[in-house]
């Protein structure tokens, strides 16, 4: 039940949020490759977990971002440690999906932060397939 509630906003509407000052460099590029907007990376579940918030700006470009068959990882640029996405054996990769992706909605994809190796206040990469996303401050 506990989970229901969890994915219940796995795509939600746009929060009223600004978007991650850390992210303003990378937003055209970003947007204009894989039709996302990103939003945040925060530090999640007791430090366990890292969260990547990304607004869908363009449907039929965001379609890698949704293809489990595109290795999808987080890399800690401090160690150079790479964090797959996490999973549960009953629910699958912990992260949004969608065939039809939506503009103007908000989704995640959850990284597992094995030995809490990423910090907050930490520099990640997010990368997506062929896509990377650097230099990104974790909050």
Not at 29 to 50: H, N, R, S, Y
Not at 63 to 92: C, I
Not at 109 to 129: C, D, H
């Amino acid at each position: 039940m506990a989970v229901f509630v969890f994915c219940q906003g796995c795509a939600a509407e746009q929060a009223n949020r600004p978007v991650g000052t850390e992210f303003q460099a990378h937003e055209a590029g970003v947007g204009e490759k894989l039709g996302i907007k990103p939003i945040d990376v925060l530090l999640t579940a007791a430090g366990t977990m890292l969260e990547f918030r990304y607004l869908v700006v363009n449907p039929e470009r965001s379609h890698p971002v949704f293809d489990q068959k595109n290795k999808t990882y987080l890399v800690d640029q401090a160690s150079g440690t790479s964090l797959g996405v996490s999973s549960d054996t009953k629910f699958g990769p912990l992260r949004s999906s969608s065939r039809d992706p939506v503009a103007g909605k908000e989704y995640f994809i959850l990284f597992a932060n094995q030995g809490r190796v990423v910090k907050r206040g930490g520099k990640v990469t997010i990368v997506i397939g062929d896509y990377k996303i650097e230099h990104v401050t974790v909050e």
